[in-house]
Antibody, heavy 119, light 108 residues
Framework: MQLVESGGGLVRPGGSLRLSCAAS????????FNWVRQAPGKGPEWISY????????YYSESVKGRFTISRDNAKNSLILQMNSLRAEDTAVYYC?????????????WGQGTPVIVSS | EIVLTQSPGTLSLSPGESVTLSCRAS??????FAWYQQKPGQAPRLLIF???NRATGIPARFSGSGSGTDFTLTINNLEPEDFAVYYC??????????FGQGTKLEIK
């Protein structure tokens, strides 16, 4: 079982990035997923959630209106579209699988993809 | 937003010792509560969910307890691989959730 993120990189303030998370080794469409980010030297910060069908989503206040989570169950992939990026969005971004709904616990994480927002 | 405060910030211990890490919530929360271990350059690893249930493959020396605003993670007989940063997480308003700022467990 694994999750592999991609799409991170260096972007200027105000720019956009699209992160992907490819899942393998388990039945993707039976799990809810989250995006979590971690700034250098800081604890993790939850930013978004999506349910199995992709029709129920949540966002933290820090990214609401700028980021969009989606999934393609046919392709076993999770997406995070990030717009209007700011310096404070600089972090390693992880996709994480929800283990036991509705109690909290992310049992499978990707290796992370770094996002740097700088001019 | 519910704030989780972990204490202490850093602990220095030796292998073989036991330790209890604390996490206090800013308000009473449910048992939707988890603990993670993170090593440098790695993603967090789920240790405990629902406050006291060990995740798959987690050794019995790890145990979680607590309710209300105070939660603890106990590690008995520390192994060299246990020295890492530990984070708590609450999901009282699931799926919204927050993490603590972490406790670093270092080798004395």
């Amino acid at each position: 079982m694994q999750l592999v993120e991609s799409g991170g990189g260096l972007v200027r303030p105000g720019g956009s990035l699209r992160l992907s998370c490819a899942a393998s080794g388990f039945v993707f469409n039976t799990f809810d997923f989250n995006w979590v980010r971690q700034a250098p030297g800081k604890g993790p910060e939850w930013i978004s959630y999506i349910n199995t069908g992709g029709d129920d989503t949540y966002y933290s206040e820090s990214v609401k209106g700028r980021f969009t989570i989606s999934r393609d169950n046919a392709k076993n992939s999770l997406i995070l579209q990030m717009n209007s990026l700011r310096a404070e969005d600089t972090a390693v971004y992880y996709c994480a699988r929800e283990w036991v709904v509705p109690t909290i616990g992310f049992d499978l994480w990707g290796q992370g993809t770094p996002v740097i927002v700088s001019s | 937003e519910i704030v989780l405060t972990q204490s202490p910030g850093t602990l220095s211990l030796s292998p073989g010792e036991s330790v209890t890490l604390s996490c206090r919530a800013s308000q009473t929360i449910s048992s939707s509560f988890a603990w993670y271990q993170q090593k440098p350059g790695q993603a967090p690893r789920l240790l405990i969910f629902a406050a006291s249930n060990r995740a798959t493959g987690i050794p019995a020396r790890f145990s979680g307890s607590g309710s209300g605003t105070d939660f603890t993670l106990t590690i008995n007989n520390l192994e060299p691989e246990d020295f890492a940063v530990y984070y708590c997480q609450q999901g009282n308003n699931w799926p919204r959730n927050t993490f603590g700022q972490g406790t670093k467990l270092e080798i004395k």
